[in-house]
């Protein structure tokens, strides 16, 4: 999670920031539908690719 807040945090305001935690994410998919990064991140799962959705969004 620190690693998160350390691309995202600085850089995106937190309004964009706290809609992307809540919204589900098309490559965050569980197997039974997409998941949001923060769903994603509560059930234990690799953080890298929450990660990489961040970096393309500061990125842009």
């Not at 995202?8 to 809609?19: E, F, H, K, V, W």
């Amino acid at each position: 999670m620190s690693d998160l807040l350390a691309v995202a945090g600085a850089t995106l305001p937190q309004l964009i920031l706290s809609r992307f935690m809540v919204t589900p994410h098309v490559d965050l998919d569980a197997g039974n539908g997409r998941l949001s990064p923060r769903d994603w991140l509560v059930r234990g799962l690799n953080p890298e690719p929450v990660l990489e959705a961040v970096r393309a969004i500061v990125d842009e």
